[in-house]
């Protein structure tokens, strides 16, 4: 399955909100009824880390600005107000179907 | 709280062996099934493998299928990854990743080891 996210390279101002998509190219509903859709963050230096699961679900200790929505082929993360903390590569990634694949990455930076 | 520290990696002539282990704390590992994922800055993520927790269920990538193999020690807490065959391509930081349940989707990642294959 190929994830293809967009933008690739997202400048935001402090404070504004800010949104990446995810496109799978076949629907990531697993036959257990579940989607298994998350979304990754990498800070600079640092291994990827956990944000969203199963599409909308908020992983431990992740801030409440971040959610996530979508259903099928489409996925959204958004970002209700840019901090300082979320510069990095945000990624999508699907665990429906062997292999596990991501997107390419998407950066976000400070403008 | 969940630590998973990887070890192993370092610089490594072509078709060479190394093995990649990752020490786990802080959760019950015989009940969680486990991944091995590697990143280059060229191909950005790339998962290799699954092992479910009682080790009968293993998954390789097409890409490295015949030359890894994931493994674990349940009675020391250990996930293993051995590699054979090593090419350039297989330069990479690889990651030794928790699966939360089942064995679908990941949650906690390890700080990750740098492999170098070159002659």
């Known amino acids: 399955i190929v994830m293809t996210q967009t933008p690739l390279s997202l400048p935001v101002t402090v404070g504004q909100p800010a949104s990446i998509s995810c496109k799978s190219s076949?629907?990531?509903?697993?036959?257990?009824?579940?989607?298994?859709l998350s979304w990754l963050q990498q800070r600079p230096g640092q291994p990827p880390r956990l944000l969203i699961y199963?599409?909308?679900k908020e992983f431990s200790e992740v801030p409440d600005r971040f959610s996530g929505s979508g259903a099928g082929t489409e996925f959204t993360l958004k970002i209700s107000r840019v901090e300082t903390e979320d510069v990095g590569v945000y990624y999508c990634m699907q665990a429906t179907q062997f292999p596990i694949t991501f997107g390419q990455g998407t950066r976000l930076e400070i403008k | 709280q969940v630590q998973l520290v990887e070890s192993g990696g370092g610089v490594v002539q072509p078709a060479r062996f190394l093995r990649l282990s990752c020490d786990t704390s802080g959760f019950t590992f015989r009940s969680h099934a486990m991944h091995w994922v590697r990143q280059t800055p060229g191909r950005g993520l790339e998962w290799l493998a699954v092992i479910s927790h009682d080790e009968n269920k293993r998954y390789h990538a097409d890409s490295v299928n015949g030359r890894f193999t994931i493994s674990r020690d349940n009675s020391k807490n250990r996930l293993y990854l051995q590699m054979a065959g090593l090419r350039p391509e297989d330069s990479a930081v690889y990651y030794c990743?928790?699966?939360?349940?089942?064995?679908?989707?990941?949650?906690?990642w390890g700080p990750g080891t740098l492999v170098t294959v070159t002659s």
């Open positions: 199963e599409i909308s």
């Open positions: 076949q629907s990531l509903v697993h036959s257990d009824g579940n989607t298994y």
């Open positions: 990743v928790r699966a939360p349940s089942g064995l679908a989707a990941v949650d906690f």
